[in-house]
């Protein structure tokens, strides 16, 4: 059974910081793409950065400087290193793993950027 486990959400004031850990099981981690998307009210699934089993790393335009991904293969975990948050990033944050054709979602974790 595969388990994406999101955790290190929460609320926290404009220009503060936050750290996004997503633990795996089930899965041969190394060998999966993964990912982390929002998705804020009224608006579709976004993604937010990448990395892939090679670790090449991509990120949304609007997180490039702020936001920074990394995984660790020994421990299955990705994490997301959140900066500089401003209120536009409160969404519902959840992980990814990707190796086509299977792909795998977490449950969400809510971070609240407040002004």
């Known amino acids: 059974q595969v388990q994406l486990v999101e955790s290190g959400g929460g609320l926290v004031q404009a220009g503060g910081s936050l750290r996004l850990s997503c633990a795996a099981s089930?899965?041969?981690?190394?060998?999966?793409?993964m990912g982390w998307y929002r998705q804020g009210p009224g608006k579709e699934r976004d993604l937010v950065a990448a990395?892939?089993?090679?670790?090449?790393?991509n990120y949304l335009d609007s997180v490039k400087g702020r936001f920074s991904i990394s995984r660790d293969n020994a421990k299955n975990t990705v994490y997301l290193q959140m900066n500089s948050l401003k209120p536009e990033d409160t969404a519902v944050y959840y992980c990814?793993?990707?190796?086509?054709?299977?792909?795998?979602w977490g449950q969400g974790t809510q971070v609240t950027v407040s002004s």
């Open positions: 990395i892939t089993s090679g670790g090449i790393i």
């Open positions: 089930g899965i041969t981690f190394s060998r999966y793409a």
């Open positions: 990814n793993a990707n190796r086509r054709p299977a792909n795998y």
